[in-house]
């Protein structure tokens, strides 16, 4: 791939990706996934003075042709007939859609497709060398399929996205995924391709969905070696999670050598979070975009994009974990010294919790957990079941 403008030329060190269009993707009131993350998010890094006005970049909506570069074109078709309420409930259960997960709801393709147009906005901030790190917190919906919505994603904008950039810019993609749940459909697009390394770190599968991403999924044909899955234990604690990471990650990158990063940063695997259960704090979400910028600027001059993911707290963690994010993208991380009082007092009247006023969790969060040194064990015997091939290349 021909390399672009160095560090120093770019226009924009980080750019930020949103428009209230994406507040649109909303199944109902009711649903775990919701939008309105964003806006907390948003006002949280407006109270910090860290979001200026200049580094955010409106979002377009991706067209047909880019959406089936992943997405079957029968699939598109009724997704948008979803939205206008012409698909019933027995053809569309067939696409995945019409389901608890995935509910159908009012101009569903034209918020599906402006969450897929913002990870390319993203993409081609960073590969024109009009940035050098993008970060898109809309998108991240890692579970959508070439023919089927799955886990409240219609579209898979990274999976849409890695083609584009394939295409495009003749690039190799690390798709890098901290998502409590195995990043699925992106991994299955990509499981015979030796340009695309997919990494995903998650509560194992065992008794959570989608009940994918065994360390033993290593990839398919041309690409068998590529794919890369870290499953944890229910109830990993930091370190053993933040090891894990460290360790593995490194690893991959240095083996791969990719172009650009693509991350995917779900923030479910924070204790708070309703639908998984492990027990990583808010310390996690300052390593997870740290080492990721450090990898970003040794093998691809810097060229790192950034998407959401799940997150179902949205009210004490993806605002805060985003937040760092984008502090960490944007060489802010100074502004994590101190929490502003003024976002609490805002929201708390809305919060069916208490607000956080602090970037860190109150050390007695949740009680101790017994089997904390057997969970760290066997997370440490899957790195090392996961990293033996690359190991014993060295040898």
Known sequence: MAKHAGYSSMKHDAVFIYSDQLLRYRFSEQHPFNQFRLTLTIDLLHQLHALDNSQIIEPRMADDGELTLIHDLEYVEAVKKAGRGELSESIGEGFGLGTEDTPMFKDMHEASAFLVGGTLTAADQVMTGQANHAFHPGGGLHHGFRGKASGFCIYNDSAVAIKYLQEKYKARVLYVDTDAHHGDGVQWSFYDDPDVATYSIHETGRYLFPGTGNVTERGHGQGYGYSFNVPLDAFTEDESWLASYETTLR?????????????????????YDPLTHLSATINIYKHIPALAHELAHEYCDGRWIAVGGGGYDIWRVVPRAWSLLW?????????AATFPGGWTAKWQPKAPHPLPSSWTDPPDM???IPRKSEIAEKNKLTVDKLLYPLRDQKK
Do not use: C, R, W
């Open 251 to 271: 690893e991959v990158a240095h083996f791969f050598k990719p172009d650009v990063i693509l991350t995917q940063n779900g923030a479910d695997a924070h204790y």
């Open 327 to 335: 502090l960490e993208m944007s060489g802010q991380q100074h502004l």
């Open 366 to 368: 949740y009680p101790a």
